[in-house]
């Protein structure tokens, strides 16, 4: 299997873009900060349907900008359990760099216990955030939305 993974890799370099041969060094940031959440209900959903919810963000901190998407969610307040998908974008300046991104997050909740996932959308940077990748981690303390923003850039992208 091994031997099977390195060859793949060996020749999808071959037919990889002149652009990703270049300079791949990658800088690994750290970005802190908050945001207000607006959640505009698309309609009235019945139990056990999904809701499909529009969504806009204000950040301040390491990342100062907006962010506006579309998220479905099933929920079962009784239970304690649902899950989400959402997929916005977000656009503002990330520790000096002017730019875009969108991310990607998937939520499920099971008789209270949580599993989350948000990333940066593969090939989703705009502006100074081309080529950024990473992780988003949300912290929810008495209501107040905190996030830390770990990523990486290209060497020289955004500066």
Request: aromatic share 8%; charged share 15%; net charge negative.
């Amino acid at each position: 299997m091994i031997r099977y993974l390195t060859g793949l890799m060996a020749a999808l370099t071959l037919f990889a873009p002149a652009a990703l041969a270049e300079d791949t060094a990658m800088t690994t940031h750290t970005a802190t900060g908050s945001f207000t959440v607006q959640l505009e209900p698309q309609g009235e959903a019945e139990p056990g349907a999904h809701t499909r919810y529009l969504i806009t963000k204000t950040f301040t901190g390491g990342f100062e900008g907006s962010a506006s998407g579309e998220m479905l969610g099933l929920f079962d307040g009784q239970a304690g359990s649902g899950a989400y998908v959402l997929i916005e974008r977000l656009e503002g300046r990330l520790e000096g760099r002017e730019g875009a991104f969108s991310l990607v997050h998937r939520g499920v909740m099971d008789a209270g216990a949580q599993s989350l996932s948000i990333t940066i959308v593969p090939g989703s940077g705009a502006g100074g955030l081309t080529g950024i990748a990473g992780e988003f981690l949300l912290d929810i303390v008495e209501g107040a939305h905190n996030y830390t923003l770990e990523y990486t850039l290209p060497s020289g992208e955004g500066q």
